[in-house]
């Protein structure tokens, strides 16, 4: 049973806009979570990551966002760069061991 | 440059053979990881491991065993390969505690993947 689920398989959007990346989860214990993106024929790599004790992390062109009641995150990529299009999942911790339950991606193609 | 390699890129196995997958970091990175990638179900956990020779079962261990005997080397071993272990196969390692980015991230090696006729 996943309990990180990414609803939306699929993501289209012009250069320049922004693109919005959502995430839910079902487990309330989930302290930490994480955004990796990956391109074809390469591992995931970190993008950015947000602590359950905050709701907004920026770096540059990426803001992340949770809403703990919700049980729902988000990834704001602004503007959006045709270097963006890739596989981006959302992932989530619950011990210091640094144990990922990842969701099921969502692929990200920015268009000129 | 931080680098965690994988023996193979591609690989092609019969149905009961023994698969050895390697995975190697060169971070000096406690926790190693072992995942499988298919579509719509995203990185599931099959191993870690948290120093030499320990090991911890993940989300979906059957049909796999891990070993470990040095800290950079970290092995997915398949007893008796079947075709639904056909799949990507991704190794990541981290480091323990707490980075600059808080906890630490796991830095994913390129990948294998793996075809069971």
């Known amino acids: 049973d996943q309990q990180v689920k990414q609803n939306s398989p699929s993501l289209s959007v012009q250069e320049g806009r922004i693109s919005i990346l959502n995430c839910d989860y079902t487990n309330s214990m989930f302290d930490y979570f994480l955004w990796y993106k990956k391109y074809p024929a390469e591992g995931p790599t970190f993008l950015i990551s947000i602590s359950s004790i905050k709701d907004k992390n920026e770096d540059g062109r990426f803001t992340v966002f949770l809403n703990k009641s919700a049980k729902h995150l988000s990834l704001h990529i602004v503007p959006s760069q045709p270097g963006d299009s890739a596989v981006y999942f959302c992932?989530?911790?619950?011990?210091?061991?640094?144990?990922?339950?990842f969701g099921a991606g969502t692929q990200v193609v920015v268009t000129p | 440059d931080v680098k965690v390699t994988q023996s193979s890129r591609y690989l092609v196995k019969r149905t009961g053979e023994k698969v050895f997958l390697e995975c190697v970091q060169d971070?000096?990175?406690?926790?190693m990881f072992w995942y499988r990638q298919d579509p719509g179900l995203g990185l599931r956990l099959i191993y870690f491991?948290?120093?030499?020779?320990?090991?911890e079962k993940g989300d979906i261990p059957e049909g796999y065993s891990v070993s470990r005997e040095k800290k950079e080397r970290f092995s997915l071993i398949l007893e008796s390969a079947s075709t639904n272990q056909t799949s990507m196969y991704l190794c990541?390692?981290?480091?323990?505690?707490?980075?600059?980015?808080?906890?630490?991230?796991?830095?994913f090696g390129p990948g294998t993947r793996l075809t069971v006729l």
């Open positions: 491991s948290y120093d030499v020779k320990m090991k």
């Open positions: 990541a390692s981290s480091s323990v505690g707490f980075g600059t980015s808080g906890r630490n991230e796991q830095f």
């Open positions: 992932a989530a911790s619950l011990d210091s061991w640094g144990k990922l339950q």
């Open positions: 971070m000096d990175h406690e926790n």
